[in-house]
């Protein structure tokens, strides 16, 4: 076990500490068992340089957060569309191109997202 130290925004350490009263689990299983799941989702990025196709999923308030992410990674999205969900902005994009390209694309869309996925679809 290594322990280490990490910055988080207010609302997401208070909502780690909220399912950590629900459940039970302390707080570094509850990080760690999130970061497992990135990890685990992030491995076929790991692979040497490699083509990926995939599906972008992500949650925001309005389609202006992710946008220019959108306009700036055209060239790798397929397809997109744009809905809206109980006053949410869901964005879906079938994403295609190079690992390196797709993995800075999800991550930039990450940032910028409440909520966001990135499924492998080979």
Excluded: W
């Excluded at 306009?71 to 191109?97: F, P, Q, S």
């Amino acid at each position: 076990m290594k322990r280490f130290g990490i910055s988080l925004p207010k609302e997401m350490a208070d909502a780690i500490d909220k399912i950590s009263r629900e459940t039970g689990a302390t707080r570094s299983e509850i990080v760690a068992a999130a970061l497992q799941e990135y990890l685990e989702a992030r491995r076929s990025h790991a692979e040497p340089e490699h083509q990926c196709l995939g599906v972008v999923m992500a949650v925001t308030d309005t389609f202006s957060e992710i946008g220019d992410v959108i306009e700036d990674n055209k060239t790798h999205i397929v397809a997109y569309t744009h809905l809206h969900v109980e006053g949410r902005c869901l964005t879906i994009a079938v994403v295609k191109g190079s690992s390196d390209q797709i993995e800075k694309l999800t991550l930039e869309v990450s940032k910028r997202s409440k909520l966001s996925r990135y499924v492998p679809l080979l």
